[in-house]
Structures are given as C-alpha cells and as structure tokens.
C-alpha cells in the first residue's frame, strides 16, 4: 500500500560531521520522493527531490540516494550546521498524485 | 513574494464548537492543499482545493469541510470538535501539473493554525 517511514525518530551529530537520514517506502511503483525540513513552530520546508529515473541528486550541502531495489532514499547533510536542527520528513505523492504521504519524520538534533 | 500564510497562529475551542482556519497561497498558485499534523506525526492530507472544487478527499469525516474562492485563498472548517482534533492544521500550495511523474508539482507550506481543543 502507500506508506513512507523513516528508519529512526532521532539522530544527534556534532556539528561539522555529516549527516544521513534514511527513509523506507513500501510502493514499488513509486516514481518521486521529496524531502521537507520542519523547523520548530514552522511549516515543512521542501528541501530536494528526486524521481525514479535518478540514483542521486545533490542540492546545496544536500544529497539524495535512491535505492530502488530495496526501496529506500536517505538524504546526506554534509557539514551539518546548528540551523540544521529540525524533524525531517520523506514524502511521496499518493496514488491520485494530488497529495503527499509523509513519513513520521526524523528528529536531527546538532549539538556544537 | 509573499509565501503561504495562515490565519489565526493558534486558537482554543471547546469540545462541540466549530472552528474556520484561513490560507492565502503563495502568489501564482492556484491549488491548495490541508493537511492535519498531530504531535509527533507526519502530516495527513485532509483535502485537496482547486478551481473552487473540491478535487481529493484524504480519510477524514465530513466534520470537515472547505471552501475556496475566487481569488484561491481557502478556509478550512471543522464542526463538532473533538478532542482528537487537537493539532497543527498545515496549508500547501502549488500548481497542479498533470502528467507530470507523480501530477503533483511542489508543495509550498504554510507556518499551520495550531488548535487546542479542551
């Protein structure tokens, strides 16, 4: 059916190391995910995507891998940054692709 | 360029009450979307606006209801508050893209109208 999950609600780092966050989906016929940033009091904040005719896609200090054989996106924050402290969804649209399904989120905690 | 925005920021109901939340598209956009976010969640889409109609429904009871108007702003009702309720009530904007991979461009966020209901 339609879902989207992420593999762990938290993750702390230090500031300056890299980040992953990672993301399972269970629609083999799902063909784009996007990626939101959800800082505290504020709405979600679209940050990359990617269809399934891409393996990675990189933005600003960002990066997207999708795994379509084992159905599983992350997305790397290199160098993470104290702003970069927020709950992180993956997304993807449903089957009538009018809306998004979001996972429960990951929590990045970086501590400097 | 003025982004999506909400109104009111936060707003306490009884159970029973009825409750209208407002959102204003971010400028060019003609379809809006609402989505509930309880704490802790991912946000669910509750239904989908777009030339005043109603296009998609998400699983959610006609307590809930909207409207869209000319000008593409949107308000959201709900009659009969529960208690589960309580939650961030998101807005999104974007353009509809059909045939597009997935139909759906970009879903821009507002900041949401957190309601309490007690």
């Known amino acids: 059916g339609e879902s989207v999950g992420l593999h762990l609600p938290t993750l702390s780092v230090q500031e300056g190391d890299n980040s992953i966050i990672n993301c399972a989906y269970s629609n083999s016929a799902s063909d784009y995910f996007i990626w939101y940033k959800q800082e505290s009091g504020k709405g979600p904040q679209f940050i990359i995507d990617i269809r399934s005719n891409m393996d990675k896609r990189q933005g600003q200090r960002v990066t997207v891998l999708l795994n379509k054989t084992v159905k599983h996106l992350s997305l790397q924050i290199a160098a993470t940054q104290p702003g970069d402290s927020a709950v992180y969804f993956c997304a993807e649209p449903n089957q009538a692709g009018t809306a998004l399904i979001f996972g429960k989120g990951t929590t990045l905690s970086v501590s400097s | 360029d003025a982004g999506v925005t909400q109104s009111p920021t936060h707003l306490i109901k009884t159970r029973g009450q009825q409750v209208t939340l407002r959102c204003s598209p971010k400028?060019?956009?003609?379809?809006v979307s609402w989505y509930q976010q309880a704490l802790g969640q991912g946000p669910q889409f509750i239904f989908q606006?777009?030339?005043?109609?109603?296009?998609q429904r998400g699983n959610f009871p006609d307590r809930f209801s909207g409207h869209q108007f000319p000008n593409y702003s949107s308000e959201l009702n709900v009659n009969a508050l529960l208690l589960g309720d309580s939650a961030l009530y998101l807005c999104?904007?974007?353009?509809?893209?059909?045939?597009?991979?997935?139909?759906?461009?970009?879903?821009?966020f507002g900041p949401g109208t957190r309601l309490t209901v007690l």
């Open positions: 400028s060019g956009h003609d379809t």
């Open positions: 606006y777009y030339e005043e109609e109603e296009r």
């Open positions: 999104a904007s974007s353009f509809p893209v059909p045939g597009l991979a997935g139909g759906i461009d970009t879903q821009y």
